[in-house]
């Protein structure tokens, strides 16, 4: 994702992105002067009419998104929405990051974003998540016309070289099937850890759609704040990423939180966690503490 922000904009920019979105963006957004612009989202993602409504407002040149899997609601946009999109994009002149970071856990996804915006669609995924967090290498697909060479300097300086024996462990494990078979596993192991949190938690609380995805978004009760909530849940042991971690404006924040379903080793530390949690989720709100 650096390697391409670098790539494909200027300070000054402004970048494009869902109302929610991946909290190192704006580390990233910050680092090159970007204007970020959160676009509007629902059930099934960005909102075709918002972004017509920011590419006429603002002369943006850049919209980051991730379609599958988003990070932090879950939301897979669906193929007539991703051909919206992509029409929106092609009329005003914009590019897209597509993020698939997540891409390959689901069995069934539709087709990327970039399948039906070839011409100005850069398309960004790694293997950390899907096979092993140690495995650190990242794709980047470009367009044909795109100046490669911008990328390849800034792959560069950003990194000297991709790590000689992590591409050969990762280049013989595709050739071998042994990259197939892990995201197998971790595709079992996840819908194994989605099943117990939709036991533990409630369907009625989980607000993101029911893909296999390592993390998911929990909605709170009436009245609840996020930053409260995570605070609470944090004095009982539990650690959750309240919503405004994740928004990219000014507007409110989502009574939601972020659950992490890969960092407990094993589903019994798991389910210890989500037990904790849900007993949050039924108690009363805690007061704050005074802070003298």
Do not use: K
């Given at each position: 994702m650096e390697v391409a922000l670098a790539a494909l904009t200027r300070p000054g920019d402004t970048l494009l992105t869902e109302a929610l979105t991946y909290?190192?963006?704006?580390v990233l957004a910050q680092r090159f002067q970007l204007r970020m612009q959160g676009v509007a989202m629902d059930v099934q993602g960005l909102v075709p009419e918002a972004l017509e409504a920011a590419c006429k407002g603002g002369g943006a040149r850049l919209l980051y998104c991730q379609p599958t899997g988003h990070n932090p609601t879950g939301t897979v946009v669906p193929v007539e929405r991703r051909e919206r999109i992509a029409e929106v994009a092609r009329r005003?002149?914009?590019?897209?990051?597509e993020d698939d970071a997540y891409g390959l856990l689901p069995a069934e996804r539709p087709p990327p974003l970039a399948t039906f915006l070839p011409e100005?669609?850069?398309f960004i995924a790694g293997v950390s998540k899907l096979l092993t967090p140690g495995?650190?290498?990242?794709?980047l697909v470009a367009p044909q016309r795109a100046r490669g060479e911008r990328l390849a300097e800034e792959v560069g300086l950003a990194s000297l070289m991709t790590t000689p024996l992590m591409a050969e462990v990762l280049s013989r494990w595709v050739e071998d099937g042994?990259?197939?078979?892990?995201?197998?596993?971790?595709?079992q192991e996840v819908e194994a850890r989605l099943a117990?949190?939709?036991e533990v938690l409630g369907t009625g609380a989980l607000k993101g759609p029911r893909v296999p995805l390592y993390h998911?978004?929990?909605?709170l009760p009436e009245g609840r704040r996020s930053e409260d909530f995570a605070a609470q849940a944090k004095r009982h042991g539990v650690s959750v990423t309240p919503a405004g971690l994740f928004t990219t404006g000014p507007g409110p924040v989502p009574p939601a939180v972020r659950v992490c379903l890969g960092t407990p080793r094993t589903r019994a530390q798991l389910e210890r966690g989500l037990r904790r949690l849900r007993e949050v989720l039924d108690a009363a709100p805690e007061p704050l503490a005074a802070v003298v």
């Open positions: 909290p190192g963006l704006r005003h002149g914009l590019l897209v990051l100005a669609s850069y495995l650190r290498i990242g794709y042994t990259a197939d078979a892990l995201v197998v596993r971790q595709r117990l949190a939709r998911l978004w929990l909605g």
